[in-house]
């Protein structure tokens, strides 16, 4: 998070970390695109193929396919033709790994799931058959995100992001802020109260994390207060940290050190991870442009955290015996079961549980939940009975797909995530899975309209609204929905509640509003008239 771009754009204009060219060039093509993403992706394959006898099976062919749909955003963005946060680009970068890297490492590692076997012997078979619905899927994702946004789209995303009859009112902001992070303050410091004290806090965190049980929106408001107060500072002391950029990367560290001790003690990755990636787009759209290197630092940074996070995840307080030196890292990880190929293919991928839940499906050992996990995720943010309705949740279909029907009454649970396409295959099949890559195509074209205009206004509203776009982009690919609901509850929904309630009504004039412009100049001229 070193290099980042000490110039600040010019209000209203692109970030100067979007486009490293002027537009137009014969680098701008988007043929170019295309034809690197043909040439680079299939000439991986091969030469992957030509030096690991594993990966000479016809499972490659569609998984390299998908890698040329999803990477032709990766080269965009190579390419500087993308901003650096554009949540398509971002999609391009990690669908990537997700879709084409991931597995091919299951296979050339030999990395999968204990306890879980496919219904043929060879795992390859399973990745190929998920890998050609992904194709399939992706070619319709690049259909929507591809096909022309009329005129009338656009304006209507300026109007609503831009809230064009409302200004933002920064006073207001910072007020609405400040009553919000006291909120959260308190409800952390009751947390700590009902828990009996720090050291009571402390044990039900790291050691005794029953002890949470029933005190889920209590955590939630405790939670939001370090990222409300990141937003603050960024907002509020902006000019001054476009001039220091060095005091933006202590409020990276400072958000993620008060994140950890308000939240990540309990082994949540995601209560640290995804407010960190809001700051990080928050400091890209508000305050200074941050540059591909930066962002491939902080890439890297969010790898080794995760790597961290896990083995303390595993081993809880006996990760310090890493620092004491009575134990190596290795050893915790081999303990742990939380080694790297977990990070990389457990943590930001699905491809062996995606193919594994299709395998259930075609061979008829699963059957479909028809919507009750999307039924059972909201209910799960409800406290009391409401919230305790008789559903059949993730958990229990997942279990009994995973592992054979019946195994979830027996008490076995399985805390697994599917991913959007593998969720949506527990609940309709590969029908579901087709359809979920329809819904990520149609929540990206928003997403980059909305980021495209945020980053070109000059308003702080927009800029705000659009900070979660680009980490909901990867959740979306990677979590359930009670995960996606999770996060915006505890992370979006305080930011956009503050927005709004700093915006204020103002007078209409001419320059804001066309239609009062136009009546307007009608009444003048009408005036003159009769003076005349």
Known sequence: MAAIEARPAPAGAP????AGRPAG?????PGVSWLLAAVLVPATSVALAATN???????????????????????????????????QAILGLFGLHFYYLAPILHVTLDFWPPLLFPSTPDWRAALGAMALLNAVGLAGYRAIVSAPAGRRAEVKVQRHGGMRFLSFDEVRFQRFAVAAVAVGLLAFAALVTLLGGPAGFLTAMTQDRQALAGLGWLLLLSESFPLLLFCLVAVRW????????????????????VQFA???????????????????????????????????????VVVVFVYGYGLYKGAGVEVMDIAKGTRTVEEVSETTGRGLPMVLLGDFGRADIQA?????????????????????????????????????????????????????ESGLRSERVFGITGEATLNFGPAGALASFAVLGLFLRFARRYHRWARRSSQLTPKLLCVPLGAVTVILVTADLDNILAFYVGEVLPLTVVVFCALARRPATGVDNPKVGHYASKRVLASNAIKS
């Open 53 to 87: 006898p594993l990966l000479q099976h016809w499972f490659l062919i569609p998984v390299t396919v998908c890698g040329v749909l999803i990477g032709v955003d990766a080269v965009e963005w190579l390419l500087r033709r993308r901003d650096v946060f554009d949540p």
């Open 356 to 408: 594994l839940l299709l395998d259930r499906e075609r061979t008829d050992a699963a059957g479909w939940s028809l919507g009750s996990t999307y039924l059972a995720a909201p209910l799960s943010l409800v406290p009391g009975t409401l919230g305790d309705a008789d559903l059949r949740d993730k958990s229990q279909v997942g279990t009994n797909a995973l592992y054979g029907p019946g195994v979830y």
């Open 262 to 300: 308000v939240s990540g003690l309990r082994g949540s990755r995601s209560s640290v991870l995804w407010p960190l990636v809001l700051g990080l787009v928050l400091i890209h759209l508000v305050v200074v442009p941050i540059t591909r290197k930066a962002f491939f630092a902080s890439a890297a």
């Open 238 to 257: 902006r000019g001054v940290l476009r001039q220091r950029t060095g005091l933006v990367v202590l409020l990276l560290v400072g958000l993620v050190v």
């Open 25 to 29: 060039g014969p680098a701008d093509a």
């Open 15 to 18: 970030a100067a970390s979007c």
